[in-house]
């Protein structure tokens, strides 16, 4: 049991319905995180990110989102469907959540040792006063220096790094298995990212548990992430190691993100390359490849039904029909040969 | 220009005090104004004579030692009356006052949270506001007995769907806010949920309309004496003053300006007291005043 994963998702089909609208948001989305492993799910704003973490929260406005298909387990047991009573008994105890802005996820009217220990008395049963003491753990755990004079301290009177520390501490308080970290680090300064990346990858070892980390800069992915996911247009189009997929880019669009990250040595100073286009609206499904309409490398065939991912290598899958062209063109990238 | 601060010693409490009396004038001197119709209302019988006695023989006498402000129609104390009179107007403003905001709370934060209950509440709501506010209180006073207890009541109806409508506009606001959300992906939900991370984040709205429904609720509770609905008419109310003066307007123009002019003074206090009260909830303003 031990070694089957913490978090597998499944065929994970969501919808939104909004006046009368439909907006396809996740296609098909499978992935495994398998226990102790952090695993980043990367793409731009708008693919599905997020949501497939709230889909995992079950965080999703209940009103208009819809799975479709699919299922999302939690150390095996289904998350799909379960009652709101159940999945309230799992967040925060058995997942835990830090979200991208700091500045607003904690609640200003209260001190943070109450907001945290309000995570450790909802689900330990233990006295007020234990729960203070474990608020004093949890701060101190995440390095917040004085932490015992800190737990009286209100929101505004922390910077950002020490709020987004705290928000972690709320998060791990009840020791849950799998932490989502939804970018994390996006608000913050670069100097501070650092910081929060690095306390992250230490509490994982420290504590065991497992980090799906959502974010889209690919930079976070290399220092911290085992595993990667590129995510476009609500679907996952090519998963792997992150060494193996920094070094072979099997997906058109996974070689766009590359090419887009600025300082090499051919465009120092010069223009920022980009990806022509826009994301596509998902207001209907899509048979083909989505990306292919803004790829570099489609052809005619990117526009028919798409095959089962292919498998480059153990572990490492593509979307993509065009893999083959994307690495050879590829090979000669800057990044792709540091990594090689 | 923090820093700088930082390295000052703090100023005294009083000195502070006065900074800020410096700046604010308008909020210290309503504060002022409040406090003193507040201890009128207490010590009312410290203050003045009888105001229920009837002195036919001196009926609209002019003010003299035994009482200052002269006598009415019936010969009775207009200063004591007008003394009086502060109790049910600062009474009936701030029963109303918090009934509202107990009510119009609970239900705008159902109508707020829940969405098919929130649909027929605010339904009725957009009905009784559709009927004038006075109006609906004289219905709801002449279809219960004569009394303080039916002023109020009468008055709070009307100004509750004002409440739950804010209420619930708030509360759809809050709910959306990240720190809702992350309190929700801890595990908090239901009656904590709402009473933790939802409620305190509508307080500084909800206080500022309190204050405009106990204003309205004073000028409310003058109009329904005025026109002799609620109270019965030997009760000291300022309205009743005024209704009972406006047979001797002509003549003694100034029976109707003692009730009238300390009506004002105490409406205009309690809503400048809101308004400045929503421009230091308000972060961007009070940062600017250095509140």
Same mark, same amino acid.
């Given at each position: ?340 | ?33 409040? /406090?003193?119709?507040?201890?009128? +209302? !207490?010590? *009312?019988? %410290? =203050? $003045? ?7 036919? &023989? ?65 339904? /009725?709501?957009?009905?009784?506001? +559709? !009927?004038? *506010?006075? %109006? =609906? $209180? ?7 007995? &004569? ?74 509770? *003058?109009? %329904? ?67």
């Amino acid at each position: 049991m031990s070694h089957s994963p913490i978090l597998e998702v499944d065929n994970l089909s969501l919808e939104f319905h909004t006046d009368g609208r439909t907006v396809y948001a996740l296609d098909k989305v499978s992935f495994n995180l398998a226990r102790g492993e952090t695993l980043s799910l990367v793409g731009e704003s708008g693919c599905g990110k997020s949501v497939t973490a709230m889909a995992v929260m079950g965080l999703l406005p209940k009103g208009n989102a819809r799975i479709t298909s699919g299922n999302i387990r939690l150390a095996g047991t289904d998350l799909v469907g379960m009652p709101e009573r159940q999945m309230q008994a799992i967040r925060g105890n058995r997942i835990g959540m830090v979200f991208q802005d700091p500045m607003s996820s904690l609640n200003p009217v209260h001190t943070i040792g109450m907001q945290i220990a309000e995570a450790v008395q909802r689900h330990k049963h233990v006295s007020r006063h234990d729960a203070w003491a474990r608020a004093r753990q949890m701060l101190d755990l995440v390095r917040i220096p004085d932490a015992g004079s800190r737990l009286t301290a209100y929101p505004h009177e922390l910077s950002g790094g020490q709020r987004q520390r705290v928000m972690i501490a709320m998060a791990l308080a009840c020791d849950p298995e799998l932490l989502i970290a939804d970018e994390p680090t996006t608000a913050l300064d670069v100097t501070v990212q650092a910081q929060i990346l690095e306390l992250i990858a230490d509490l994982k070892t420290e504590l065991g548990m497992s980090v799906l980390l959502i974010t889209h800069d690919l930079g976070v992915v290399a220092a911290t992430a085992d595993r990667m996911m590129v995510m476009y247009a609500g679907r996952i189009v090519e998963e792997g190691p992150v060494e193996r997929i920094f070094a072979r880019p099997s997906h058109g669009y996974t070689a766009g993100l590359l090419r887009s990250l600025p300082g090499h040595e051919s465009q120092r100073r010069g223009v920022l390359t980009e990806i022509a286009g826009t994301v596509p609206r998902l207001d209907r499904p899509v048979e083909g490849c989505v990306y292919a309409p803004r790829c570099a490398f489609a052809e005619a065939g990117c526009g028919a039904p798409l095959p089962p991912a292919r498998q480059i290598e153990a572990g490492h899958r593509s979307a993509c029909i065009r893999e083959a062209a994307v690495f050879a063109e590829m090979s000669n990238n800057e990044i792709v040969r540091s990594w090689a | 220009m923090s820093v700088i601060e930082t390295h000052r010693t703090a100023p005294s409490p009083v000195s502070r005090w006065l900074d800020y009396a410096r700046r604010n004038p308008a909020t210290v001197i309503c504060c002022a104004l409040l /406090l003193a119709f507040l201890l009128i +209302a !207490i010590f *009312a019988p %410290l =203050l $003045a004579g009888d105001p229920l006695k009837i002195n036919p &023989a001196l009926r609209l006498k002019p003010p003299s030692d035994d009482a200052i402000w002269g006598r009415d129609h019936l010969g009775r104390d207009v200063f004591a009356r007008a003394i009086y009179g502060t109790r049910v107007s600062m009474l009936v403003g701030f029963s109303v006052a918090i009934l509202v905001t107990l009510f119009g709370v609970a239900i705008g934060v159902y109508a707020g949270l829940s969405p098919i209950g929130g649909a027929v509440v605010m339904r /009725l709501t957009d009905a009784m506001m +559709a !009927i004038p *506010a006075v %109006l =609906l $209180a004289i219905a709801f006073a002449s279809l219960m007995n &004569a009394g303080l207890l039916t002023v109020i009541i009468a008055i709070t109806i009307p100004e509750v769907p004002r409440m739950v409508r804010l209420v619930r506009s708030v509360v759809l606001g809050v709910r959306q806010q990240l720190h809702v959300t992350a309190a929700i992906s801890i595990g908090t939900s239901g009656l904590p949920l709402v009473w933790r991370h939802i409620l305190p984040n509508t307080l500084g709205p909800v206080l500022v309309q309190a204050t405009y429904a106990c204003a309205s609720a004073i000028i409310a509770s *003058a109009v %329904l004496s005025f026109l002799g609905v609620g109270l019965s008419p030997e009760v000291p109310s300022w309205g009743g003053m005024m209704a009972d003066a406006r047979q001797q307007f002509r003549i003694h123009p100034i029976l109707m300006l003692y009730p009238g002019v300390l009506l004002s003074l105490l409406v205009l206090a309690v809503n400048i007291l809101g308004d400045r009260l929503s421009d230091a909830l308000d972060q961007r303003k009070s940062r600017r005043s250095g509140l």
